[in-house]
Structure formats: C-alpha cells, structure tokens
C-alpha cells in the first residue's frame, strides 16, 4: 500500500512552484505528499535537446511504498513519440513529469500561473496513478489518456471511483 508521495526535482525548479504543487496535491490524495532532495539531469539526452523519460525513471528512488515522482522542466520524449509529458514505470511507484511543454508556447500561447498549476496537477496526478499501479481510465478520470494540452485542459483533476476502488482509497 502506498503511503507518501515525494516530488524531487530532477535539474532546476521553481521551489515556489514546488510548494505550490504540494499543495494542490496533498488536497487531492490520500497520501502525504512532500518534496526529495534534488537530483541533476543525467547524460541521457536524445536528439534536439530532449531527454529520455525512461532514462530520468531509472535515477529515482523507489521502495515499495512511497511514490517518487520527478519534476523537471526539461523537454522529454520516448521512443515513437515526438514528446511526452510524464512517464511513469506502472505500479513501480516511479514516474516523471515535464513542465516542457505545459510551460512553454508551444501550442501558440504561454499560460497563466494559475492554468499551468492546473496542467501540472493533472499530468502528476496521472502519472503517480500509473506509478501506483492504474492503467488508462475511459471514464471522467485523471487516468484518461492525454496526447495534447487542448485534452490536458478538458480532463478532470480527479480520481474516478473505480480507479479509487483499485488504488484501496475511499470514495
């Protein structure tokens, strides 16, 4: 059973940011959700600048019952995709999120403060739901497949109660 949830910061974050999330999403989990200490970007780039989601999972601690979830704002990818905005290993208690691409203008528009929060919270809340053990969700559920911002935006910040019910959590 999971009991935490630790954000590290892989390569430089906002700390405010950081504490911003934490608290979006100890308001959202029944987990307690704290921040790791920091760890750098390893020499796992891939073409154009990019890093490879699969390279960052394997430098973050796992033990079987705290979530370790990675924060970069480096631009990530996996192989047959162009990007990614997270990864994680399912049910391994690993994953990453990218702010890459939730941050920057690459749909056409750079968002405000309180939008990129929202953005954020949803991919973290997904791939912590993949880390945990959830797969893709068709429901209205975090856990719904999101190729792009546009879908990003539309998708609920929430669990659905039969992704609830897998996870042991209470309606």
Known sequence: MWRSLTLVPVGAVDKDFVQGLIRELSSRVP????????VSLVECQAAGGQYLARSLLEILPSNGEEVTLGLTEADLCTPGRLYVFGQAAVGKGVGVVSLYRLLYAHHGWSPEKGLLMERVVKVALHEAGHAMGLLHCDWACVMRLCTSVYQIDGAPTWFCSSCKTKLGWPE
Request: proline fraction near 0%.
């Open 31 to 38: 987990l307690r959700v704290e921040v790791g200490s920091c």
